[in-house]
């Protein structure tokens, strides 16, 4: 399907004067209107293409109909998507789910969507058909070497598709850990995960990033092998500069203050990506902002102190990527939702007055440092990311563009209702 320019001009024409009217009324609460604009025109968030089809529980799917059934159609998604918001123009692919046939074509294709391609991902949490070791016991941390061998070329092989595909960074996750005591020695497992990780390390070209993702537990329930990100900061660390860890806002213990760990690797210099989300409880994969929108903004009002502190450019000097994918909504409307969540934290962000701020803390002025977060963090945005949206040819609303174009029928229409997509 393709929505031509036409019609989001004559969408957009139904509302300009409402927005016009609310976006004028915002401007006395923005100073420097521009290059705040400026800096939500430049920022695009990846989407996975794991999150463009239903999700399952562990119980069951309810798959929704018309969703991709190739990585064609995944980047075709992830095409309309950004037509309407003009704000996703990059996708993160999983390898062996997404294995492109021909690079080249899948190159050419994406550019023809405006999109480019995000950090590569690797699984070793699951054995595949034919495979001939089982990644049951672990992947990188296992007791033997022959499948710990099979863990690293596999995530050597996801690298050189990279490659192909003009991607520049490759995102670690893995499952290892243990699900009793007992069962794993913490200091075998964490050394044959680091020799392993730098086995691949050694593959990674020298504009490239590795990312390492940590996760608190599940599948494992008693140690996970990269549980949190003070192990996270320890392997990229010893792994060296090129090694970054990745924050995934669902993996944490419940209550963590991610907004300070945030803090932390930005001062080190070791934050190297985002997988957004949300949860009440845990790897719970909802839309961003759905749950706890005030904790988003404050993880944005650190990322942003932060990376201006470092002169670090917001748009391309991390990794922003989404990661969710659940059972009940349309993924390409709970995508949209999930971008718009992200968009609104970080313009609220950029409202936060810095100045004011270190001057409260610096007085103890509790209350006033409250104030000032609250302030930003209660100023409707939504105009001034809609006219950031408009400005860059999208849509003032794209989820209603989404439902007036009747997007989900087309795609039924021409894929059918009962397609599966690759993944999870
Ligand atoms: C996991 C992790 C990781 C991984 C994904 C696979 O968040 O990012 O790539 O799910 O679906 O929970
Ligand atoms: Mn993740
Ligand atoms: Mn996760």
Not at 45 to 57: C, K, M
Request: with cysteine; hydrophobic share 40%.
């Amino acid at each position: 399907m393709n929505v031509e320019k036409y019609k989001i001009e004559e969408l957009n024409e139904v509302t300009i004067k409402v927005h016009q009217r609310k976006f004028t009324a915002l401007l006395d609460e923005i100073r420097d209107v521009d290059s705040v604009l400026k800096k939500l025109l430049d920022f695009n968030i990846a989407i996975p293409s794991w999150a463009l089809g239903t999700g399952r529980t562990r119980f069951a799917r309810f798959a929704g109909g018309g969703e991709p059934r190739s990585l064609e159609e995944k980047i075709e998604d992830i095409g309309l998507l950004h037509k309407l918001n003009q704000s996703s123009g990059a996708i993160s692919l999983h390898i062996p789910w997404d294995i492109p046939k021909s690079p080249n074509d899948i190159r050419s294709l994406a550019a023809m969507h405006g999109i480019r391609f995000d950090a590569m991902n690797s699984n070793t949490f699951q054995d595949q058909p034919g495979q001939k070791h089982s990644y049951k016991f672990g992947s990188m941390q296992h007791v033997q070497s022959e499948v710990r061998k099979q863990a690293v070329d596999h995530n050597i092989d996801v690298i050189n598709y990279g490659i192909e595909l003009g991607s520049k960074s490759i995102t670690v996750w893995l499952s290892d850990g243990s699900c009793f005591p007992g069962q794993l020695n913490f200091r075998r497992a964490f050394e044959n995960t680091l020799e392993s990780l730098s086995e691949v390390y050694k593959h990674l070209p020298s504009d490239w990033k590795m990312f390492v993702e940590y996760k608190a537990f599940e599948p494992n329930f008693y140690s996970t092998t990269v549980g949190d990100w003070g192990q996270s900061l320890l392997y990229a660390s010893k792994l060296g500069e090129k090694a970054y860890t990745l924050v995934d806002l669902g993996h944490h213990l419940p209550n963590a203050n991610i907004e300070q760990i945030v803090a932390l690797l930005l001062m080190e210099g070791k934050l190297g990506g985002f997988h957004f989300n949300d949860s009440k409880y845990g790897d719970d994969d909802l839309t961003v902002g759905s749950v706890k929108p005030y904790q988003l903004f404050l993880i944005f009002n650190e990322l942003i102190d932060g990376m201006d502190a470092r002169g670090m450019s917001h748009s391309t000097d991390l990794g922003w990527m989404i990661d969710a994918s659940h059972n009940v909504k349309d993924p390409l409307e709970d995508l949209i939702q999930s971008v718009e969540a992200i968009m609104i934290a970080y313009a609220q962000a950029l409202l936060v007055d810095r100045e004011q701020l270190r001057k409260a803390q610096e007085q103890n002025d509790t209350v006033m440092g409250q104030e000032i977060l609250q302030k930003a963090f209660r100023t409707d945005v939504r105009p001034l990311v809609a006219e950031a949206r408009l400005l860059s040819g999208g849509t003032l609303n794209p989820l209603q563009a989404f439902r007036t174009l009747k997007i989900r029928e087309n795609l039924i229409k021409e894929r059918g209702l009962k397609t599966i997509s690759t993944g999870l």
